[in-house]
């Protein structure tokens, strides 16, 4: 069964950067976009980035171009997102998304000083 496992989140200082990662499983990986989700408290989870199937292209959420990378590597069947320049309203959990509706169970970013 399709499996989607995501690490790395935690608590950063504003400015600080994390790296995310989702182990996936149960599915060709490389035959499918991924994307990353980000969920706030007391709002709806919102889409922060997607990636084809060979990483070619990406699309970012507006509030996070220039900061966060989203890559993968289809060989070890992991999605990635890199964070720099972390601010408090990055603050949430997110995560990994495949079609039609798999998600991972999320990691939590917290963004404070």
């Known amino acids: 069964q399709v499996q989607l496992v995501e690490s790395g989140g935690g608590l950063v200082q504003p400015g600080g950067s994390l790296r995310l990662s989702c182990a996936a499983s149960?599915?060709?990986?490389?035959?499918?976009?991924m994307a990353w989700y980000r969920q706030a408290p007391g709002k709806e989870r919102e889409l922060v980035g997607a990636i084809t199937t060979t990483g070619g292209v990406t699309n970012y959420a507006d509030s996070v171009k220039g900061r966060f990378t989203i890559s993968r590597d289809n060989a070890k069947n992991t999605l990635y997102l890199q964070m720099n320049s972390l601010k408090p309203e990055d603050t949430a959990v997110y995560y990994c998304y495949r079609w039609p509706n798999y998600w991972g169970q999320g990691t939590q970013v917290t963004v404070s000083s």
């Open positions: 149960g599915f060709t990986f490389s035959s499918y976009y």
